[in-house]
C-alpha cells in the first residue's frame, strides 16, 4: 500500500505529464466552442453553462460538437440566449435543440434546459446577473445553486456536475472565481479507476463510496500541498481515458 507521501508524489508526476502531453490525447470536450468576442460575456457563459446540464451519462465530445453545431446554426443559435429560452414555447424549443442533438430526451432535457433558463431569468435577469449575486465566490454560488435554489437548477445541482461546471465556467467562460481552491474534483468513471489505481480509495470502495465520499478523500489527501482537488481533474481523465498508456517509472 503506497503512503501519502508516494501518491501524492504521482498526482505531481501526472500533472507534469498532462502539461507536456505525456498523457496521449488531452483535448477536452468543452474545447469545441465558438470564438466569442469579450462583448459577448453572457453568451459565453451560456454556452458554457445550459449544456453542462445535459450531459448526464452520454459522450462529451458528441454532446460539446452538438452544442457548437447548434451555435453556428443561425436556425437554433437563439437556444443560447436564456431569456429566449426561458420565453419560447416547449415545442419550438424542443425542436432547436434535438435538430443537433444537443437533447435526446425529448422531454425531459427541454424541460432542464428551459427551467434553469427560467430560474436565472426569474431571480437575476442573465447569467452574469447569477455570478454577480454571489459576487463571483464560488461558496456563495454553490449555496445558491446546491441549496437554495437546487431545484431550478436540474442536474446542474448535483456535486459532480456543479464543481466540474464550476471549473469550467473558469477555464473556458471567462469567468475568475473567488474561493475556487474549494471546487472539489468530479469523480466519474475515470476519476474512480485512476482514485483506485492510485490508492486514495480502494477497489471495495469504489463500489460503495459516494462520488461526495471520494471527492473528501482526494481533498483530504491534498490538504497541505500546494494541488488544488480539481487541478487533478483533467490529468487524470485523460490518463484513464487513454487507457493508462503512461506508466509511472
Given at each position: 500500500?503506497?503512503?501519502?507521501?508516494?501518491?501524492?508524489?504521482?498526482?505531481?508526476?501526472?500533472?507534469?505529464?498532462?502539461?507536456?502531453?505525456?498523457?496521449g490525447q488531452t483535448k477536452m470536450p468543452e474545447s469545441f466552442s465558438p470564438n466569442f468576442s469579450k462583448k459577448e460575456n453572457e453568451?459565453?457563459?451560456?454556452y458554457f453553462t445550459l449544456p453542462m446540464s445535459l450531459n448526464y451519462q452520454r459522450d462529451s465530445y458528441k454532446l460539446w460538437q452538438s452544442a457548437l453545431e447548434t451555435y453556428n446554426d443561425p436556425q437554433t443559435a437563439v437556444v443560447f440566449n436564456v431569456k429566449l429560452s426561458?420565453?419560447?414555447s416547449e415545442e419550438k424549443l424542443r425542436s432547436y435543440l434535438m435538430k443537433h442533438?444537443?437533447?435526446?430526451?425529448?422531454?425531459?432535457?427541454i424541460n432542464t434546459w428551459q427551467r434553469i433558463c427560467k430560474t436565472i431569468t426569474e431571480n437575476w435577469g442573465s447569467a452574469e446577473g447569477l455570478l454577480e449575486f454571489t459576487d463571483f465566490d464560488f461558496l456563495k454560488l454553490r449555496e445558491v445553486i446546491q441549496i437554495k435554489f437546487k431545484k431550478g437548477f436540474p442536474y446542474l445541482s448535483g456535486p459532480k456536475i456543479f464543481n466540474y461546471w464550476s471549473y469550467i465556467i473558469q477555464e473556458y467562460g471567462g469567468v475568475s472565481l473567488k474561493n475556487s481552491e474549494f471546487i472539489e474534483i468530479a469523480p466519474d468513471t475515470h476519476i474512480t479507476k485512476c482514485s483506485v489505481i492510485l490508492e486514495v480509495i480502494s477497489k471495495e470502495e469504489s463500489e460503495y463510496l459516494s462520488k461526495d465520499e471520494v471527492s473528501k478523500r482526494w481533498r483530504?489527501?491534498?490538504l497541505g500541498t500546494k494541488i488544488n482537488p480539481i487541478d487533478m481533474h483533467s490529468p487524470l481523465w485523460f490518463w484513464?481515458?487513454?487507457?493508462?498508456?503512461?506508466?509511472?517509472?
Open positions: 500500500m503506497k503512503s501519502r507521501n508516494e501518491i501524492i508524489s504521482r498526482c505531481l508526476i501526472l500533472l507534469e505529464a498532462y502539461h507536456l502531453g505525456k498523457l453568451l459565453r457563459l451560456a426561458a420565453a419560447s442533438k444537443i437533447a435526446l430526451q425529448p422531454n425531459k432535457h483530504k489527501l491534498l484513464s481515458k487513454n487507457n493508462f498508456r503512461f506508466k509511472f517509472k
